[in-house]
């Protein structure tokens, strides 16, 4: 298997298993507040498609013999990216964050198509990634940055399954129960912390 095909391939996991935690989850829970610290579904959906465009735009630069400056400073520091993709998200209509969620995935794939073996895995081909094979960046700014929110979207998911099962006996226990009340907790109020040193597999 060459690298592309491995980096297409966890592309193509990473969004599918996204894809069936929230294929349940109707539209008025997609745009709830709190499934992730105070993200709602929607908010993640246009953060992670902010990564792919980030991809895109970062790859069209090297391709131009310039330096992806925005791509780099989002790797290094997830968390200022993430807020700021966070507050420029607001008040985007839910039909039309899927469909970019969607459509920047394949604009990814599209220029990742156009890439050699070379270009992908040789930490000195683009001089300006600092001695860091291209493959790497990839993977950090799309399929593991995507997948460290599936515990949440799991546990989201399955707090809203249960709600929706259970059949509440007054108003005070339907509004304890609901997924809102008791989503999952981030620790921050914001969204998931990324730091230094994440493992690739482990979801915060």
């Not at 993430?82 to 459509?103: C, M, P, S, W």
């Not at 073996?117 to 995507?146: C, F, W």
Request: glycine share 8%; charged share 30%; no cysteine.
């Amino acid at each position: 298997m060459t690298t592309l095909e491995d980096i297409l391939d966890k592309l193509d996991a990473s969004r599918e298993r996204t894809l069936i935690t929230l294929e349940m989850l109707p539209d008025d829970v997609l745009v709830m507040p709190g499934a992730i610290g105070r993200w709602s579904i929607a908010d993640l959906l246009s953060i992670l498609t902010a990564w792919d465009a980030e991809v895109v735009t970062g790859l069209l630069r090297l391709k131009q013999g310039k330096s992806p400056e925005k791509l780099l400073a989002a790797v290094a520091n997830p968390n200022a990216y993430n807020t700021a993709r966070y507050d420029e998200a607001q008040g985007r209509d839910l039909d039309v964050i899927f469909k970019d969620f969607q459509g920047a995935r394949l604009h990814l794939e599209g220029w990742l198509s156009e890439l050699s073996e070379r270009a992908l895995t040789d930490p000195n081909h683009y001089k300006t990634l600092g001695g860091v094979a291209l493959s790497q960046i990839i993977a950090k700014a799309t399929y593991e940055h995507e997948a460290r929110y599936l515990s949440f979207l799991t546990t989201f998911a399955g707090y809203w399954e249960v709600d929706e099962e259970e059949e509440p006996e007054d108003d005070s226990s339907e509004d304890a129960g609901s997924p809102l009340a008791a989503g999952p907790p981030s620790g921050n109020g914001a969204g998931p912390q990324e730091t230094e040193g994440d493992d690739n597999e482990r979801d915060d």
